[in-house]
């Protein structure tokens, strides 16, 4: 038993996974500070407990259109290669055990999303879980303001 | 013994020490005096001991040879040359390799047969390399216990015992021998000690002095009556040498109790000094090690105090209560106070990266075929200590650069009416509220039209264009990537990566370079850095909806104007300021800032300088001046043009910080 906590959250109605050990907190939308000549899907910067912290808006990062915030929108903050980054989604919906058997490559075309993000899909019954691969989602380098 | 807990002050320690042997060297190099002689030679003999403490044999091999090697200078067998320093300086750099990977986790068990080859070479002059065993160093102590000895009619045998290297026990191998010995004589010194023959903390061999009346050869034969024991070396140690050694050792009680006593002594003593000398080895001022964690966390906290000070003084303005105003004044005294001493705790003298530069420079212009002094002034200037950390990169290039190509060989030195020997001088000093470096030497100076005609040839302008630079902005071209006037690429210069590095790294840390140049007389590059990088005072602006601050050391004055006043000059917009044209920039189109201008009427400008340049930044509103912390915005985004970092209000809202330098 490969067993490995996962954070699931949604995007569009999809639902999408972050393993735990990468996730630092879930905080509800803070204030955002624009960013001038970043790349378009960072939102800005904001105050997490006196440290600025980039934020970056998921659906902009896929190529999906922008979405509307509700009370469900949050921020996960996310660590990877010893960098934070906040990612903002529409809602968390939980933390669920899995096993390594139960992933699967990303299929070639998923969502239009391109596969580099993607880490693999986990099957859990009827469920269909699209785990990133976070290091190529938040590494900025070679993004265009597009 | 378990030691590890002693590891980092031992290599603090040890690096402390290699510094003031690069310094001491250097020193004699120029001037042969015997003091400083006394005072390398104790340097070593702490390393010695420290390393053999620590139980890193190779280094305390090495710096045995060493002494070695400056005890034939001592005697005066050899003359400080500039062959034999440099023998020193590759000990000293080898030494330095063997600190850096324990200080790396290794275990410093670096071989280095070449060094030793050299080390023995440089002492076989005279003799075979029993020579060199034979000079053993006594203290008084040692040396008085032998002279009694010969007193009495006996011999003082330097024996070297070789056990054989495929034997097991090597402590009861020893303990054996040492028992034999004892039969015909007394032990009276070894090397290493004997807790560390006990613990066979030794190669194959060790060494002992021994007083006996018995012949060489009956020592001989009891040591090889053993098993596993290969032939000694026995060789006699005559009263008149160590008599010599009596004078170089410092100060010890002269003894006149019978030898075993003295051999009991002896034997205790071997163990004890080297840990003494850790704790002698610290400087007489007073003076704290601190782990650099726990001052950035102070300083953090200084930060997180001065923006909830801030905050609650603009409560305070908007709550008048007396007594609030009163102890809110208390406060703010206190808080800069503490600000100020904490700032102070931060600053570290320039020393600490100058003092690698003589030897640096003196190596490299040997390597050179150049002859060049280095003077250095205000090495006591201090500066941010991550400023520090930064700033010895960039000078390096830069004296490299100067050795490599601004001064000439002695030989054209002299054809063109100038001392052989060539100056650097390396100057710090405040001014204001910042630091300058200066690196001034007297060589051949940048030639303009060479650089006006490799802009041209690497196409960064066009012909027209090149030939029509000044010769300052000509010169400035160097700090240009990829621009190089050298010829050929050699290890030191010239692949044009350096001089834009250089500018790219000294900006990155808030400062600026200049460079002031004339032909055949030399050339002076000037650095300057802010004090401090943490809290600053800034202008807080506003632009439509969005706040920033910018810094108040690059601000020269604020002033308003109306739309109609602003002009366009070849396409670049300006304003009048008192009888000078200054551009404009509009920082709401540098910013992409979204929105409408608070006010169309009216437009605040703020005029920052940079050197002898001024521009305006355009903004929508003055808010007020404030200190700020300066925060990171972190690694994903440090990258962003015209932003020199965020602050954090004591409302929670984040600032972005202008980075004023980057507009001009």
Redo the contacts between chains.
């Keep these: 038993m490969n067993e490995f906590q996962t954070v699931v959250f949604l995007l569009e109605n999809k639902e999408y996974g972050i393993e735990i050990q990468k996730v630092q907190e879930i905080i509800r939308l803070l204030?955002i500070?624009?960013?001038?000549?970043?790349p378009h899907f960072?939102s800005g910067?904001?105050?997490l407990r006196?440290?600025?912290?980039?934020v970056m808006d998921l659906r902009l990062r896929f190529g999906f259109p922008p979405g509307p915030v509700t009370d469900d929108t949050r921020i996960i903050i996310t660590k990877s290669e010893n960098?934070?980054?906040g990612l903002i989604v529409d809602n968390v919906v939980e933390v669920i055990g899995m096993d390594n058997s139960w992933l699967e490559p990303p299929p070639v075309v998923t969502e239009n999303i391109k596969t580099e993000f993607l880490q693999g899909v986990a099957r859990i019954d009827q469920r269909l879980i699209i785990m990133l691969n976070l290091k190529k989602v938040?590494n900025?380098e070679f993004a265009s303001s597009l | 013994m378990d030691m590890s807990k002693y590891t980092d002050i031992f290599i603090e320690e040890t690096r402390e020490h290699l510094q003031k042997l690069n310094e001491l060297i250097l020193l004699m190099e120029g001037n042969h005096d015997a003091g400083l002689l006394d005072g390398i030679f104790r340097s070593a003999h702490t390393l010695k001991g420290m390393a053999a403490t620590m139980g890193y044999n190779n280094m305390a091999e090495l710096t045995h040879k060493m002494e070695n090697l400056l005890q034939s200078l001592k005697s005066g067998e050899y003359k400080v040359s500039p062959e034999i320093v440099d023998v020193l300086f590759k000990c000293l750099d080898q030494l330095e390799k063997i600190i850096e990977d324990i200080a790396s986790g290794g275990k410093g068990d670096i071989q280095n047969p070449e060094i030793l080859d050299i080390l023995a070479k440089s002492f076989d002059k005279t003799g075979s390399a029993s020579d060199d065993r034979a000079k053993v160093d006594f203290n008084e102590f040692e040396s008085n216990l032998i002279s009694e000895a010969v007193k009495m009619g006996l011999h003082t045998y330097h024996v070297v015992v070789h056990i054989r290297p495929n034997c097991i026990m090597k402590s009861a191998r020893s303990y054996m021998i040492f028992k034999k010995l004892e039969s015909v004589g007394e032990v009276i010194k070894t090397l290493p000690s004997i807790q560390d023959i006990e613990d066979e903390k030794f190669d194959n061999s060790f060494e002992l002095i021994l007083l006996s009346s018995e012949s060489a050869e009956v020592v001989r034969k009891e040591i090889i009556s053993l098993a596993e024991v290969d032939e000694p070396e026995i060789s006699q140690i005559k009263v008149e040498e160590t008599q010599n050694e009596k004078s170089e050792k410092e100060e010890d009680k002269a003894n006149s109790n019978p030898p075993k006593e003295k051999e009991k002594e002896l034997k205790e003593n071997s163990k004890e000094p080297p840990k003494l000398k850790l704790a002698h080895v610290s400087k007489p001022s007073q003076s704290v090690r601190v782990d650099i964690g726990k001052l950035d966390n102070l300083v953090n906290l200084v930060g997180e105090l001065v923006i909830n000070k801030t905050r609650l003084e603009q409560i305070a303005k908007l709550n008048p209560i007396p007594e609030l105003k009163e102890a809110l004044e208390q406060t703010n005294l206190l808080s800069s106070d503490l600000q100020n001493i904490v700032m102070n705790v931060r600053m570290v003298p320039v020393e600490q990266v100058f003092n690698r530069f003589p030897r640096m420079v003196r190596d490299l212009s040997r390597e050179l075929g150049k002859d060049i002094t280095l003077y250095i002034e205000g090495m006591n200037t201090e500066l941010d200590r991550t400023v520090i950390d930064e700033i010895g990169d960039p000078l390096v290039h830069i004296l490299r650069n100067s050795i490599d190509h601004g001064i000439e060989t002695p030989a054209e030195r002299v054809k063109v009416g100038k001392p052989a020997m060539g100056t650097i001088d390396l100057i710090a000093r405040h001014e204001g509220n910042n630091v300058i470096i200066e690196v001034d030497d007297d060589g051949k100076g940048i030639n303009p039209n060479i650089i006006r005609k490799k802009v041209a040839e690497k196409k960064i302008l066009n012909e027209d264009n090149a030939f029509q630079l000044d010769d300052d902005e000509a010169i400035n071209f160097i700090f240009h990537p990829g621009f190089s006037t050298a010829d050929k690429v050699t290890d030191v210069s010239g692949r044009g990566v350096g001089l834009d590095a250089v500018k790219n790294k000294i900006e990155s840390l808030g400062g600026d370079i200049f460079i002031e140049s004339k032909i055949g007389m030399g050339t002076k590059f000037k650095i300057q850095l802010p004090l401090t990088l943490a809290i600053i005072q800034a202008l807080m602006v506003q632009i439509s909806e969005e706040i920033y601050s910018i810094p108040l050391s690059f601000i020269s004055e604020t002033t308003s104007i109306i739309p109609s006043q602003i002009k366009v000059v070849q396409d670049q917009e300006v304003m009048l300021l008192r009888d000078m044209v200054l551009p404009l920039v509009r920082l709401r189109d540098v910013y992409q800032v979204p929105g409408e201008p608070i006010n169309i009427d009216e437009i605040s400008v703020v005029v920052v300088k940079k050197g002898e340049k001024k521009i305006g930044l355009a903004v929508d509103y003055l808010i007020g001046q404030q200190e700020i912390v300066i925060k990171s915005l972190g690694e994903n985004l440090d990258n962003i043009p015209g932003i020199a970092g965020a602050t954090i209000f004591g409302n929670g809202l984040v600032s972005l910080i202008v980075d004023a330098t980057s507009l001009f």
């Design positions: 204030k500070t624009r960013v001038p000549h970043a960072v910067v904001v105050n006196g440290n600025v912290l980039p960098k934070l980054m938040n900025l």
